[in-house]
């Protein structure tokens, strides 16, 4: 799929060029648990990092099918708001 960047979408995902889709936190909040590995096949609703804020564990999901390329960020790591988490192609 050839898409481009969708810089003003509220949903957090982002379609590159390249056909890799990347998942953004959309809360800032310290990564509780990451749910896949790298290699990992996902659909669409599967959750692939839980998020805890404010004592609440807010799953983030995947918003497309897909193949897990990279993960960005390590469990008990701090986040903020648009940083992304997982790269999925």
């Known amino acids: 799929m050839t898409t481009a960047r969708w810089a003003e979408e509220s949903t957090p995902r982002q379609w590159l060029l390249s056909g890799a889709m990347e998942i953004e936190a959309h809360i800032t909040g310290n990564v509780w ?14 959750t ?29 790591q701090a986040v903020s708001e648009g940083d992304v988490l997982v790269v999925l192609e």
Request: glycine content about 12%; proline content about 2%.
């Open 48 to 76: 692939v990092v839980i998020l805890e804020s404010m004592k609440m564990e807010i799953p983030v999901e995947a918003e497309d099918d897909g193949t897990v390329k990279e993960i960005r960020c390590e469990e008990g």
């Open 33 to 46: 648990k990451i749910e896949v590995a790298v290699g990992d096949t996902v659909g669409d609703g599967d």
